[in-house]
């Protein structure tokens, strides 16, 4: 009995010294596994002080896509979707979008006439609905629309449908020294308003699309930066090393995509000297949030996912590395506290 | 006697206590008068907590122009003296240039015929200088530029004629919470490479002219960012705010120029609720620098010498508010180390 009874005692501190002396996981909500001992292993390489693989702090750069990385792209991106509200919001001083295309199917909810208008019917969605206006308004629009919008198969608000395991990642690379950029396709002037509440990234480390926009003196002699129906930079595809290279100027040692759109900062990337890390998310779960790739219309992964076997990055199987997939409510609250 | 020797004494102590309660002087090169009051007390009223004109930090942005806001831009841009340097180290591959204006004229010395050449000559002189290579040995170069050639004035590097009172204006603002960027007219690619080094400015927070880059998967197999020559972005005049706006996302709190270029920059700034702070660097030492405003070719300051005046932003005159301007040589070394 007393033999059992120091057994049990043993075993008991045992497990007392051993929670001691590990720290609380940063990555709470990452199933252990190849992927999450890949990101834990590459953070220790470059922050040991005197090891091969050290990167001063300056130069350790992160850059994360957004749709399909960051938060949900599905069943379209979600830019597209405020386009669209706000295409119904504006249609009663438009009247003449009752008999005009895209608008016309948009309204009446046809979503054959609708896909049938291509890229070319998005895009005059688009330039509809963020030019005309100045960049203040704009950012208004955009932080009225995520206070009321709801996603249509989650009912939740669309900035709380991040994936939670990358809010804490982005959370370890900053307690690490990292510097968390986003670079996305998504329109710049549409991220930039809620981003930094949501993933504690400042408007100065979001690189994305953007339009043309000029400066006007205001009739009241106040200046005014006033956003043109005019494409000026896609940050996408190859676009996104050229995006790094201008508003960066510094490679990235880590990179995060989810998609073929990510596949040449990935190659970017990797492609420097010393110590790189590239991910890859893949939408495996149709339950908890989608599962698509190869044939997917929004978000394919193909040739990037060939990449990734060729070139060992970490690709993350969201339905077996995430034990969460979104934050619950509160915590999404919470989570927009979060400071950078 | 005793009371002399008692009112000495007390005069002593008095001084030590003064001594005691005055912390170092931040702005040691900057003459006590109303422009380094003028910043100091801006600089004190948004970082008191609790008080009227608060600003937390994350907003805390200041931008300043380059050329002849923080480094000499006589007799001519310094940019432009690189490029003349490349056109003549690369004149033996480029033989047409001995009968081609205007590389003839540059060749030959004849400034005339340069001068004659007008804005576009230049355009091809830089578009010849700057294009054609990747991203990285453009980088090079002008590490290897700035590493060995001399100002024709000073017989000093370029890049140690810099502002003394600029580059302790630059850690003053950083020591109280300020994020500092450069909004330059010059070429962004040409600025990155010794700005952290010079003035502790990352890459990431220089924003600046740009020519076209693209993506290439090389021969070897490895990507790089090809330069083209094609213009993409003017980050000059009324461009800044609009630079500002695309890279930073933020609109300054202070800003600091020293032409009419700026005047767009300072306009954008000041136009911003809560405290705003504009600063013009007003060149009156011929002896130390160089003397010019309304009249001179390079750095005309003319309507935002107006806008000053009208609007209450602080001018700086050189001649009576600096007491040094370029740090000694020994100190700019000192300066190189500066950290981010």
């Given at each position: 009995m007393?033999?059992?009874f120091?057994?049990?005692?043993?075993a008991?501190?045992?497990?007392?010294?051993?929670?001691?002396?590990?720290?609380?996981?940063?990555?709470?909500?990452?199933?252990?596994?190849?992927?999450k001992?890949?990101?834990?292993?590459?953070?220790?390489?470059?922050?040991?002080?005197?090891?091969?693989d050290?990167?001063?702090p300056?130069?350790r750069?992160?850059t994360?896509?957004?749709?399909?990385?960051?938060?949900?792209?599905?069943?379209?991106?979600?830019?597209?979707?405020?386009?669209?509200?706000?295409?119904?919001?504006?249609?009663?001083?438009?009247?003449?979008?009752?008999?005009?295309?895209?608008?016309?199917?948009?309204?009446e909810?046809?979503?054959?006439?609708?896909?049938?208008?291509?890229?070319?019917?998005?895009?005059?969605?688009?330039?509809?609905t963020?030019?005309?206006?100045?960049?203040?308004?704009?950012?208004?629009?955009?932080?009225?629309?995520?206070a009321?919008a709801?996603?249509?198969?989650?009912?939740?608000?669309?900035?709380?449908?991040?994936?939670?395991?990358m809010?804490?990642?982005l959370?370890?690379?900053?307690?690490?020294?990292?510097?968390?950029?986003?670079?996305?396709?998504?329109?710049?002037?549409?991220?930039?308003?809620?981003?930094?509440?949501?993933?504690?990234?400042?408007?100065?480390?979001?690189?994305?699309?953007?339009?043309?926009?000029?400066?006007?003196?205001?009739?009241?002699?106040?200046?005014?930066?006033?956003k043109?129906?005019k494409?000026?930079?896609?940050?996408?595809?190859?676009?996104?090393?050229?995006?790094?290279?201008?508003?960066?100027g510094?490679r990235p040692?880590?990179a995060?995509?989810?998609?073929?759109g990510?596949?040449q900062?990935?190659?970017?990337t990797?492609?420097?000297?010393?110590?790189?890390?590239?991910?890859?998310?893949?939408?495996?779960?149709?339950?908890?949030?989608?599962?698509y790739?190869?044939?997917s219309?929004?978000g394919?992964?193909?040739?990037?996912l060939?990449?990734?076997?060729?070139?060992?990055?970490t690709?993350?199987?969201?339905?077996?590395?995430?034990?969460?997939?979104?934050?619950?409510l509160t915590?999404?609250g919470?989570a927009k506290?979060?400071?950078?």
């Amino acid at each position: 009995m007393m033999v059992r009874f120091a057994a049990v005692l043993l075993a008991y501190l045992a497990s007392i010294s051993v929670a001691m002396a590990q720290p609380a996981d940063p990555l709470p909500s990452w199933n252990d596994g190849a992927a999450k001992t890949a990101i834990s292993d590459f953070v220790a390489r470059v922050t040991a002080q005197g090891g091969r693989d050290f990167v001063p702090p300056a130069e350790r750069i992160a850059t994360f896509d957004n749709d399909g990385t960051l938060w949900t792209e599905q069943p379209f991106y979600f830019q597209l979707a405020f386009a669209f509200d706000r295409v119904k919001a504006m249609a009663p001083e438009h009247p003449d979008w009752k008999t005009r295309q895209p608008f016309k199917a948009l309204l009446e909810k046809d979503s054959k006439a609708l896909a049938a208008s291509g890229e070319k019917g998005l895009l005059q969605i688009v330039m509809a609905t963020h030019a005309g206006m100045t960049t203040d308004a704009f950012a208004n629009l955009v932080r009225d629309w995520l206070a009321t919008a709801r996603h249509p198969r989650f009912n939740r608000p669309y900035d709380s449908l991040v994936y939670q395991p990358m809010l804490e990642l982005l959370a370890y690379l900053r307690a690490n020294g990292f510097k968390t950029f986003v670079v996305s396709g998504g329109g710049v002037e549409f991220m930039r308003p809620w981003m930094e509440r949501v993933y504690g990234i400042p408007p100065e480390q979001v690189v994305g699309s953007s339009g043309v926009v000029k400066f006007q003196i205001g009739a009241d002699g106040k200046p005014v930066l006033m956003k043109e129906a005019k494409v000026e930079f896609i940050d996408d595809g190859p676009g996104k090393p050229v995006g790094i290279n201008r508003f960066i100027g510094r490679r990235p040692i880590f990179a995060f995509g989810n998609s073929d759109g990510d596949l040449q900062m990935l190659q970017w990337t990797t492609a420097g000297s010393g110590a790189r890390f590239a991910g890859i998310v893949h939408h495996t779960d149709e339950v908890r949030e989608y599962a698509y790739d190869r044939q997917s219309k929004v978000g394919k992964l193909d040739k990037a996912l060939d990449a990734a076997a060729a070139s060992g990055w970490t690709v993350v199987d969201m339905k077996r590395d995430w034990k969460e997939v979104f934050p619950s409510l509160t915590v999404a609250g919470a989570a927009k506290e979060v400071k950078p």
